[in-house]
């Protein structure tokens, strides 16, 4: 596949994941009688005050609250890395090749994948407990995000280094910009 139209493909699906958020029901919620008799629907899910503390707002059980959106923010999510490789595939376009980039590309994607849904499901089990144990002092999914989430891209700029200068700008690379700069720099020399 071309990778620009791979690129506007997965913006135009991010696009309809969005708009089909805003048609998912938000809970909790609640129908408030108001003074004058009429209804009033309360959304609960964007915060409400706290009983002790009426600076802080809580947002109320995640389970109740993220049932209906835990899996509209993964796809979101696996769009959000698709359209990630898609840019990194775009740079590492040679002459509409990939090359000895390619695999490794697959698999950091794959594994970027992978380690995401591992965050969402161990969240939906997390808000699905009522006893949370933790990994190094942190509940499982935020580890997961920190530990496992959060270095993927470092692997992609490891492998933008290791690949540079035998795929993207290699030797003949530099001697063919070195003679254009050495005739450019004899043309200015002759014109003045």
Avoid at 129 to 158: N, Q, R
């Amino acid at each position: 596949m071309n990778v620009p139209w791979f690129i506007f493909i997965t913006l135009l699906a991010i696009c309809v994941v969005v708009g089909i958020s805003f048609l998912v029901p938000q809970v909790p919620n609640e129908n408030v009688v108001l003074e004058g008799g009429s209804t009033q629907l309360v959304i609960k899910s964007h915060g409400y005050e706290h009983d002790k503390y009426p600076t802080m707002f809580q947002g109320g059980p995640g389970a109740e609250r993220h049932a209906t959106t835990i899996w509209v923010g993964w796809v979101f999510a696996m769009l959000s890395i698709l359209f990630f490789v898609g840019c990194t595939l775009l740079g590492a376009e040679r002459h509409g090749k990939l090359g000895p980039f390619k695999v490794p590309i697959m698999i950091g994607t794959v594994l970027y994948a992978a380690i995401f849904t591992a965050v969402i499901v161990s969240y939906y089990a997390y808000m699905n407990e009522d006893t949370h144990s933790l990994f190094l002092s942190f509940p499982k999914p935020t580890a997961w995000m920190l530990f496992g989430v959060w270095p993927i891209p470092v692997y992609f700029v490891v492998l933008y280094y290791l690949f540079f200068d035998r795929w993207h700008f290699t030797a003949e690379d530099e001697q063919r910009f070195e003679e254009i700069v050495a005739r450019k720099q004899q043309t200015t020399v002759q014109d003045t």
